[in-house]
């Protein structure tokens, strides 16, 4: 963080020493509220935009997700003020909307690179030991030098009027030409990663597999929902596992859900948002599927019968539950707390459901010693 703050602050100073340069009559009383005003505003442009959300403590959800709208709003009214008070020329106008423009065409590529990737992310599977094949973040940073170079000539520009100096026309090329590269490095970058995404979606199955291979783990968790009690669930799950010296493998769906669960830090996570990207998560060598809630979307990964789908309702709302809802009919087997339990939803369970409680698995046997059969081999 500190490194990305080094570039603003120098910029920043560089300000407050220009307006030392300027000429007596320009760094009059009356006119340094407007100076200093021009080199406030300019600070948030050349943060980067991660940053931008802690300036701005907001109830509304459109500020909370993109709090730079009001940067080129206050960009515009600064430059209004100096024109006010020093004089406006067509040449300072036409300096002033190019170097907003500018400003704003980075600000829309930085999203717009942002919601290409997000898009094709969501479309395959990711795990965090696996390199992104996504170039997005190399390009952000071009487009935040070039923001900066913006935010920096326009203060520059602002200077010059206040010091008495016309703008000339020419000046509005150099927006131009940014806001033109800032177009052409988006398309850029979307064309590269369409390529990437294309390759990497034919290699990740493989990928998977000799991650695997080289860390086996024949039991997968599976997590949907992003509600606390869900998240708990899981965690508390995830952590019967480790006691056990049980390696898994921890599938989750949501956003949201993955950046909570990625702290547990599994030895393997992966991150299944789409359908698509759920078929990646199918691997050949996994056996057992738990489930420590009973989410709709669990529906999306039962559908593969070759594997053995576990509900576990000792940590979930279930475990409380008189009767066993009809949508359990999903699982093989449904892990019951106690014996009691089992025996009660037996008795009033619908179909063939009473034959799936069980009170035991064996994905919560301990790792027996080297050399020795696995429990699935055991039983």
Not at 212 to 226: E, K, M, R
Not at 275 to 291: E, F, G, K, R
Not at 307 to 320: D, I, M, R
């Amino acid at each position: 963080m500190t490194f990305k703050l080094f570039l603003p602050a120098v910029l920043a100073l560089i300000a407050v020493c220009g307006v030392m340069w300027l000429p007596a009559s320009a760094r009059a009383p009356e006119n340094l509220p407007v100076i200093f005003l021009a080199i406030l505003v300019h600070v948030p442009v050349l943060l980067p935009v991660s940053q931008h959300g802690r300036l701005i403590t907001s109830k509304s959800k459109v500020l909370n997700t993109y709090p730079e709208i009001l940067l080129p709003p206050l960009l515009a009214v600064c430059w209004a003020f100096l024109g006010v008070t020093f004089g406006f020329s067509a040449s300072f106008v036409l300096a002033g909307v190019a170097t907003i423009a500018a400003i704003c065409i980075c600000y829309l590529a930085v999203r717009r690179c942002d919601r290409h990737t997000k898009h094709l992310q969501a479309q395959v599977c990711h795990s965090e030991s696996l390199p992104s094949p996504y170039i997005a973040d190399l390009s952000k940073r071009y487009l935040y030098l070039l923001r900066c170079a913006m935010a920096a000539l326009s203060l520059a520009a602002l200077m010059v009027h206040v010091a008495g100096c016309d703008l000339p026309y020419t000046w509005a090329l150099l927006p131009g030409l940014a806001g033109t590269a800032a177009v052409f490095l988006t398309a850029l970058t979307k064309r590269v990663d369409r390529a990437n995404h294309a390759m990497f979606a034919k290699e990740i199955s493989g990928l998977l597999s000799r991650q695997l291979q080289a860390a086996p783990a024949s039991v997968a968790i599976y997590h949907a929902g992003t509600g606390r009690a869900h998240l708990n669930a899981t965690k508390s799950l995830c952590a019967k596992l480790d006691d056990l010296g049980r390696a898994y493998v921890l599938i989750v769906r949501e956003q949201t859900a993955f950046e909570e669960l990625r702290k547990l830090d599994p030895q393997h996570l992966w991150h299944a948002e789409k359908l698509s990207a759920l078929h990646h998560c199918a691997q050949p060598d996994l056996q057992t599927i738990l489930y420590a809630n009973d989410h709709p979307k669990n529906s999306h990964f039962t559908r593969y019968t070759r594997f053995e789908h576990a509900l576990v309702t000792e940590f979930s709302t279930l475990k409380t539950a008189e009767q066993l809802p009809k949508n359990t009919a999903l699982y093989a087997k449904i892990i019951a707390r106690s014996a009691a339990q089992a025996a009660k939803w037996r008795a009033s369970a619908f179909g063939d459901i009473a034959t799936r409680i069980v009170t035991n698995h064996p994905a919560f046997h301990g790792v027996p010693p080297y050399g020795e059969p696995q429990p699935e081999q055991a039983a």
